[in-house]
C-alpha cells in the first residue's frame, strides 16, 4: 500500500559528510489540530551543523535540519482555531512535547523528556522529523507561533532559536530591569538587543579587541572588556548582576564569575564540550550560580517574539538561496558570518 501524505522538497545530509542536496519526502498527513505552513526563510544554526556531520552520534539519515522556521499558513485543520490561512507564523526547535509532564505543565516544554524536534527527532507519527530547509512543515496549532507584522521575516527567523536563548533566561533570572547591568560573553548580538531594550547596561566581554567598534557602535553596547586584561577584569570585579555566556568553545569560567555581585548568576547557552573548571570558592563565598539554558518553551517564545516586535529587535542576517547552503555552512564552521545565515527557501529551486 502506497504511503500518504504531502509531497515536500528540501535539502538533507545522508551521510557523516554532512553534505546537503535535494531531497523528495513526504509530510504527515494534515489532521484535525494540524496547520500546513509554507516556509519561506529558515536560519542556519550551529545545531545543523553538528547534526548533518552526526557531530553528536544521533543523527536520523537522511536529515533535513531546519528549526529557526519563518512561513505562512496555506492550510488547516478543522479543529484549528488559533491561526488563519495567510497568517505569517514561526515554528522552532520542537513542535511536540507530551503536554502532561512537569515541565509541559509550567510552560517549558522545552524540557519534556517526550521532546519531538523540529529536525531530527521522531513525530507523533513514529517517522523521523525532518526541519526547515524544505518548502512545506505539518505541525500542530499548539506548537505554532504567530510572528508580529512589523518584523522582517529573515530577520525574524533566527529569534526561533537564537532569541529565545537569551530572552528566556534573561526573563526568568531577572536580567531585564533597568539599571541592571549584563555582561554578554562573545559577540551575542541578540543578548545586547535585548538587553538595551529591557534598560540595561551592558558590556561585551571578548578575549580579543577585534570586535570592539562593532559591539560599541553596530550593537549599541555600553562597554567592551577584554577578557585576557588583567587590569581590565580586576577594575570591572564585582560589578555585573548576571551574564549571558554565549560561547561554544572552551573557555575558563573562574574569571568570569569575579565579575558578578553577590548573587550573580551566569547562563551558559554555548555549551562548551570541554568540563568546566569550578572551585567552591569561585561560587560559595559570593552565593553566585552557574545554570544553562535551552532554547525556550512556547510561552517563552512567543512573549519574545511579542517583545521583538515591539522593540523591533532582529538578528543581523546574511541570506542565501538553498544552493548556497554547503558554503554557508563551511563558513559557518569558520564563524565567517555576520550573524545568522538564513535561507530564502521559498525564493530558492530547490
Known amino acids: 500500500m502506497e504511503k500518504e501524505g504531502l509531497p515536500a522538497l528540501g535539502w538533507a545530509a545522508r551521510d557523516t559528510s554532512g553534505h546537503l542536496s535535494p531531497y523528495s519526502f513526504l509530510r504527515r498527513v494534515q489532521e484535525d489540530d494540524d496547520v500546513t505552513i509554507k516556509v519561506l526563510f529558515c536560519g542556519i544554526c550551529h545545531t545543523d551543523l553538528h547534526i548533518a556531520k552526526n557531530a553528536w552520534g544521533n543523527t536520523l539519515y537522511p536529515v533535513v535540519p531546519g528549526h529557526e522556521i519563518v512561513g505562512v499558513v496555506t492550510d488547516i485543520g478543522r479543529g484549528v482555531d488559533g491561526f488563519k490561512i495567510g497568517e505569517t507564523v514561526g515554528v522552532g526547535y520542537f513542535l511536540g512535547s507530551c503536554r502532561t509532564c512537569i515541565s509541559c505543565s ?7 523528556a517526550k521532546l519531538e524536534l523540529t529536525s531530527n527527532g521522531v513525530g507523533r507519527d513514529g517517522e523521523n522529523t525532518r526541519g526547515g530547509f524544505s518548502d512545506v512543515l505539518v505541525v500542530n496549532q499548539e506548537y505554532v507561533l504567530r510572528v508580529p507584522e512589523s518584523l522582517p521575516l529573515d530577520g525574524a527567523a533566527p529569534l526561533l532559536c537564537a532569541g529565545v536563548t537569551v530572552y528566556g533566561p534573561m526573563m526568568r533570572h531577572g536580567l531585564n530591569a533597568p539599571g541592571k547591568h549584563l555582561g554578554v560573553v562573545g559577540l551575542g ?73 553577590p548573587m550573580g548568576q551566569i547562563v551558559l547557552v554555548g555549551g562548551p564540550s570541554e568540563p568546566l573548571e569550578l572551585p567552591a570558592y569561585a561560587i560559595v563565598p559570593g552565593g553566585k550560580g552557574i ?8 510561552r517563552d517564545c512567543q512573549a519574545m517574539l511579542d517583545f521583538a516586535g515591539k522593540h523591533g529587535i532582529t538578528a543581523d542576517v546574511e541570506v542565501v538561496k538553498m544552493d548556497y547552503v554547503n558554503t554557508a555552512v563551511q563558513r559557518l564552521e569558520r564563524n565567517d558570518v555576520r550573524y545568522r545565515f538564513v535561507i530564502d527557501v521559498s525564493g530558492s529551486q530547490l
Open 106 to 112: 509550567k510552560g517549558y516544554e522545552n524540557y519534556c
Open 189 to 261: 548580538h541578540l543578548a545586547v538587543k535585548f538587553g538595551k531594550a529591557f534598560g540595561m547596561t551592558v558590556t561585551v566581554i571578548r578575549s580579543s579587541p577585534r570586535k570592539r567598534q562593532e559591539a560599541l557602535e553596530r550593537l549599541g553596547a555600553d562597554a567592551f572588556l577584554l577578557s585576557n586584561d588583567p587590569e581590565q577584569m580586576k577594575a570591572a570585579a564585582g560589578t555585573m548582576d548576571g551574564i549571558i555566556d554565549t560561547v561554544s568553545a572552551g573557555h575558563p569560567i573562574v574569571p568570569l564569575l569575579d565579575l558578578l555581585s
Open 291 to 298: 545554570v544553562g539554558n535551552c532554547v525556550g518553551g512556547i
